[in-house]
């Protein structure tokens, strides 16, 4: 056994931060959280997020989110910006040689998805997470390790609510919200989406669209429906996968419940971040193994271009009232 003279320290990794609005003050303080981590440096050009992100975890304070993400003092950063600008700061960090977990869609179009994927292969590494994060959830976690024992995929259900949801545009809905339930279909069946149908209810007269649904056909030829609501009234999401010989379901957090009143309550919430807090303390801690072993685990960028590519399929087919083919490109070895 080695003496304990003869450890080596661990060294703190050096993390950034560029967008600290719910979503990146919430990684800010999952990271500071951790052994061996310091958020050294969040980046808002909203200033008051900034400052108060940082006064948090320690953190000193910028509004340049590109500059942190282009810095060569980081040994990770936390992409967590409005969604348009993923593929630039990601690619700002790439050119860097710094890792980085881009929360998630990876990009808003097929093309600027692609452009990430590019930078990548250009550098010949792969050091971008794409934050997906229900692939760390413990109950998605078991349903992808039961899978076997159910045999053939005959079809599955996703279901995701968004509660109290402010109306929004048809493409921020799927690309959004929609594309975790597209990543779930990819990750738990290793399958592809072969073609799309979508049905979207709207515009509601503020504008906006709120409920998708989308019936697709995989390669394998097994279905899965993915239905989504904004106007719910609790957070919700859970994924059945029905198998020739049994079938599998995605459980909610476990809460305590309560009797009242006559009633039988359990207490979901309205947001994500109760629901699926532990899968993104999980996600950011093995972000944060992985860039010890310098590398890159989970989502892949080439997870996040395949991805956009479904959401475009399911945007094109909401409006053209048509069934929409999904046809991928090869592969490229670097995601194999
Ligand atoms: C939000 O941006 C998220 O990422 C949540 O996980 C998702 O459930 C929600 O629908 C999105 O709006």
């Not at 990146?24 to 310091?38: I, M, P, S, W």
């Not at 949801?165 to 809905?173: F, Y």
Request: charge should be negative; include cysteine; proline fraction near 5%.
């Amino acid at each position: 056994m080695a003496s304990v003279e003869n450890e080596r320290p661990v060294r703190s990794l050096r993390i950034g931060v560029v967008g600290v609005g719910g979503m990146g003050a919430f990684h800010a303080r999952t990271l500071a959280g951790l052994g061996g981590v310091d958020v050294v440096a969040v980046a808002d050009p909203h200033e008051p997020n900034a400052v108060a992100t940082a006064e948090a975890v320690g953190a000193e304070a910028f509004t340049d989110p590109l500059a942190l993400a282009s810095s060569e003092e980081l040994d990770g950063v936390v992409i967590a910006s409005p969604d348009a600008t993923h593929p630039e700061l990601a690619i700002a960090a790439l050119e860097r040689g710094t890792f980085v977990l881009c929360e998630k869609p990876l990009a808003t179009t097929v093309g600027d998805a692609r452009r990430v994927v590019d930078a990548e292969l250009a550098l010949g590494r792969r050091l971008v997470q794409v934050g997906f994060m229900r692939q760390y959830d413990p109950a998605h976690v078991q349903v992808a390790a039961a899978l076997p024992s159910i045999g053939r995929i005959d079809y599955l259900r996703a279901v995701h609510r968004n509660a109290g949801a402010d109306p929004r545009p048809l493409e921020r809905v799927v690309c959004q919200s929609m594309v975790h339930d597209i990543h779930s279909v990819r990750f738990l069946t290793g399958e592809e989406f072969a073609a799309v149908t979508a049905f979207a209810s709207g515009p509601f007269p503020s504008g906006g669209y709120r409920h998708v649904l989308a019936v697709c056909t995989l390669t394998s030829g097994a279905h899965a429906s993915l239905e989504f609501d904004d106007t719910a009234f609790a957070y919700e999401v859970s994924v059945e996968v029905v198998g020739a010989d049994g079938d599998l379901l995605t459980g909610g957090p476990v809460r305590a419940t309560r009797r009242h009143g006559g009633s039988l309550d359990v207490h979901l919430g309205t947001d994500w971040f109760g629901w699926f807090a532990e899968a993104y303390r999980i996600q950011d801690a093995a972000w944060i193994a992985s860039i010890r072993e310098n590398r890159t685990s989970g989502p892949s960028v080439w997870d996040g271009y395949v991805a956009q590519m479904v959401v475009d399929a399911v945007i094109r087919s909401s409006t053209s009232g048509r069934t929409e083919p999904v046809e991928l490109p090869e592969r490229p070895d670097l995601y194999a």
